[in-house]
């Protein structure tokens, strides 16, 4: 009996090894209850075996510690695991398959307001065929063929963040929602034109999906902002010549992108000529005294001071010497500076190539006129100082200045914007005594090429 003890003891082992692996005496410790059905599919995970910790892997990315456990699945067919850990650190493992029958759906995270978005998924359910119907609340939006393999892809216009639902044969899938960007609608309307009214209005698309930010700037300066639930309004009661940048935003709800939108709004710029009246004369006044060219006043009326301001403005810029505002003009006079002067202290500098005028004041121009110097080329060159002036007429002079023996700064009756004078340096007359205020005895006149 002695040596039989071993062989016994071998027999027993292999019994119990053919119970604890053998296909059909074996039992798992895991029990998935029901372990099908059509999803979502609510699961009851138990086990009879003893172990110090339980650990669950439902297979989809989830799980859970105990004894028992309950979760969800959505549509699809997977293996729940579970780990036994006993006392001294041994583990063993048990698993049971669940199957929900049902329609898994995907989506795009983000699109646009009115955009055709393709819905993607499959159907898991015995005799899986037919078509598929893709909702939106109670509205059937479109509908598409399940493939051989389960699979479907459907398409629809998205006007909201959902959720979106797919439904065949009884089965409805899990629920996606979409971020959608709404539309930013801008519109301007009034008057786009110098000294006009203009007014701005932005309103997003659909109502209710975005507080609206409207601003209006015009170069680095902020003209108006207005913020409203779904849209936003701003006024420009006196447009400038020029282009406003028109920005709006929105401040997203939950489902709703923030959305942007620009846009440039130029300020129409009309040909203007002598006896012009009117805001856009207004706007072109104060821009000419902007630039320190030399006017009588700003006051809407395109007069003989506004026609030389302008024939001294083209002058300077090298623009035709028309005496009239054209989309050339405004286009330079938009982006134009203050002229320069070579004269680095206080006098007055006449410029003979360009026929203008610069009253200096340390080394800037303080202001630009038109001058007529003479035909035959002959008004001197060089630096000279004023050593007689006249507050008045003297002859045909208007409030002279001399300079050298007979010539001298003048205003006259007749200002050409070509050299044309006997010699002197011919100023208009309405802004001769002005400058004779500007020129003491002594003061210097620079005059060059």
């Avoid at 819905?119 to 609340?137: D, E, H, I, K, N």
């Avoid at 130029?266 to 002598?274: D, E, G, W």
């Avoid at 206080?346 to 121009?365: A, M, P």
Wanted: hydrophobic content about 45%.
């Amino acid at each position: 009996m002695a040596r039989l003890a071993p062989l016994a003891t071998a027999l027993l082992l292999a019994l119990a090894g053919a119970t604890a692996t053998g296909g059909a005496a074996t039992e798992s410790c895991a029990v998935a209850t029901p372990s099908e059905g059509a999803a979502p599919l609510a699961v009851t995970l138990t086990t009879s075996c003893s172990a110090a910790t339980y650990h669950w892997d439902f297979g989809d990315g989830s799980g859970a510690d105990g004894q028992t456990a309950t979760h969800t699945f959505a549509a699809g067919a997977f293996t729940v695991t579970l780990t036994r850990t006993q006392a001294d650190g041994s583990q063993a493992t048990d698993t049971a398959p669940v199957t929900a029958d049902g329609i898994a759906l995907s989506a795009p995270r983000l699109t646009g307001f009115g955009r055709r978005v393709t819905f993607s998924g499959s159907v898991r359910a015995s005799g899986a065929g037919g078509t598929v119907t893709l909702t939106a609340g109670a509205h059937a939006l479109a509908q598409a063929p399940v493939r051989a393999n389960g699979s479907f892809a459907v398409s629809a216009h998205v006007f909201g963040p959902g959720p979106y639902r797919v439904t065949s044969k009884g089965l409805v899938s899990n629920p996606v929602a979409v971020v959608v960007r709404p539309r930013l609608v801008v519109r301007v309307g009034g008057s786009p034109a110098p000294g006009g009214r203009v007014t701005v209005v932005a309103r997003v698309v659909p109502r209710g999906s975005g507080a609206v930010t409207l601003t209006l700037r015009r170069g680095a300066h902020l003209v108006a902002r207005a913020r409203g639930r779904s849209s936003a309004q701003v006024t420009v009661a006196h447009a400038v010549a020029g282009a406003y940048r028109v920005s709006a935003s929105t401040t997203p709800i939950e489902g709703w992108a923030a959305a942007r939108a620009s846009e440039l709004v130029p300020i129409a710029v009309p040909r203007l000529a002598f006896g012009a009246t009117g805001p856009a004369v207004h706007a072109l006044e104060e821009r000419l005294a902007e630039l320190h060219y030399a006017l009588a006043g700003v006051d809407s009326t395109f007069g003989q001071d506004t026609y030389d301001a302008v024939v001294a403005f083209q002058k300077v810029n090298g623009l035709a010497r028309t005496g009239m505002v054209e989309a050339a003009d405004w286009r330079v006079l938009l982006r134009a500076s203050v002229p320069h002067a070579q004269v680095t202290g206080d006098g007055i500098e006449v410029d003979k190539t360009r026929q203008v005028l610069f009253v200096v004041r340390h080394g800037e121009v303080q202001l630009a006129i038109p001058v007529s110097t003479g035909a035959t080329g002959n008004t001197p060159i060089g630096t000279f100082h004023v050593y007689r002036k006249v507050a008045g007429w003297d002859w045909v002079l208007y409030y002279p200045n001399y300079f050298l023996r007979g010539f001298a700064v003048h205003g006259y009756v007749d200002v050409p914007p070509y050299p044309a004078s006997h010699g002197c340096v011919r100023i208009p007359i309405w802004v001769a005594q002005r400058i004779y205020g500007f020129i003491a005895y002594g003061s210097p006149i620079v005059i060059h090429y």
